[in-house]
T-cell receptor, first 116, second 114 residues
Framework: AQKITQTQPGMFVQEKEAVTLDCTYD???????LFWYKQPSSGEMIFLIY??????QNATEGRYSLNFQKARKSANLVISASQLGDSAMYFC?????????????FGKGTHLIIQP | DAGVIQSPRHEVTEMGQEVTLRCKPI?????LFWYRQTMMRGLELLIY????????DSGMPEDRFSAKMPNASFSTLKIQPSEPRDSAVYFC????????????FGPGTRLTVT
């Protein structure tokens, strides 16, 4: 079974609209972390936002917020007021276990295109 | 801070040749990760180190791949002999300990094996 599922291979959104990118995860570990990364066409991986499994509040970073629904094992990324520069691949990732760093398991990604 | 540094940025080699990819993590980070990105398989963790010691190499595809971290500021990923199916972008990332610490990715090395 896939540990990270991103069901939207591609999305077209009008500039200035809000965008929700879906991510569901699968783990039996009670301690885990969820990450979102952006990969523009230039290829670099840019960290956007992090949510810990024990965090009580949804994470926010500027125009990015994470809609964390633990019972549904869902960690959707919300981008408010989208901009042309938001066009990129977006990856959801999970780190299982707590207390230190482990490798990330990535989803297949969503290709977001913002249209003017 | 210079960020994670990888070299070379691009590598083209012939099948059967040895390839060495290099990574310098962010100073002070004690975790180093090697990932591979392909269209077919997406982003995969190959191996990671903690304080220069390999912790999990279960993602290394086969014995042709090896990775070392001789000191806190340098790591290599070697493929010998290389095959066309090894063509991919190889990322190095580093982080410090802590549950919410992000992994900082390098720019990647685009490897093409002909």
């Amino acid at each position: 079974a896939q540990k990270i599922t991103q069901t939207q291979p591609g999305m077209f959104v009008q500039e200035k609209e809000a965008v929700t990118l879906d991510c569901t995860y699968d783990t039996s570990d009670p301690s885990y972390g969820l990450f979102w990364y952006k990969q523009p066409s230039s290829g670099e991986m840019i960290f956007l936002i992090y949510q810990g499994s024990y965090d009580q509040q949804n994470a926010t970073e500027g125009r990015y917020s994470l809609n964390f629904q633990k019972a549904r094992k869902s960690a959707n990324l919300v981008i408010s007021a989208s901009q042309l520069g938001d066009s990129a691949m977006y990856f959801c990732a999970m780190r299982e276990g707590g207390g230190g760093a482990d490798g990330l398991t990535f989803g297949k990604g969503t290709h977001l295109i913002i249209q003017p | 801070d210079a960020g994670v540094i990888q070299s070379p940025r691009h590598e083209v080699t012939e099948m059967g040749q040895e390839v060495t990819l290099r990574c310098k993590p962010i100073s002070g980070h004690d975790y180093l990760f090697w990932y591979r990105q392909t269209m077919m398989r997406g982003l995969e963790l190959l191996i990671y180190f903690n304080n220069n010691v390999p912790i999990d190499d279960s993602g290394m595809p086969e014995d042709r791949f090896s990775a070392k971290m001789p000191n806190a500021s340098f790591s290599t990923l070697k493929i010998q002999p290389s095959e066309p199916r090894d063509s991919a972008v190889y990322f190095c990332a580093s982080s410090s300990a802590g549950e919410d610490n992000e992994q900082y990715f390098g720019p990647g090395t685009r490897l093409t094996v002909t």
